[in-house]
């Protein structure tokens, strides 16, 4: 069993900053890749911030130079660092990630149950 749990939502001033982790656990063989989504009221999913195959990182338009994304390998944890932050930020914010699971030769999508972040005055 694998399961992503993310944390360190909450309610921030505009221009203030938080970090959201992702931390992977259970019968995990192989971590390939670990992402940033989010989805405000009333919108679609969105992507926030995803590895490329080349070791960069894809980050949304809007949150170019705003936010940036980290992995703690030993820890199986990805953290979202987000600065700067606006009321359009405002969302639940799910952590997804592509793990074989331990006696498997396959690779399967997680995704954790979501963080609320509210940027609001």
């Known amino acids: 069993q694998v399961q992503l749990v993310e944390s360190g939502g909450g309610l921030v001033q505009p221009g203030g900053s938080l970090r959201l982790s992702c931390v992977a656990s259970?019968?995990?063989?192989?971590?390939?890749?670990m992402g940033w989504y989010r989805q405000a009221p009333g919108k679609q999913l969105e992507l926030v911030a995803t590895p490329t195959s080349s070791g960069s990182t894809n980050y949304a338009d809007s949150v170019k130079g705003r936010f940036t994304i980290s992995r703690d390998n030993a820890k199986n944890t990805e953290y979202l660092q987000m600065n700067s932050l606006k009321p359009e930020d405002t969302a639940v914010y799910y952590c997804q990630a592509e793990i074989t699971p331990t006696a498997m030769n396959l690779v399967f999508a997680y995704w954790g149950q979501g963080t609320q972040v509210t940027v609001s005055s």
């Open positions: 259970g019968s995990i063989f192989k971590i390939y890749s």
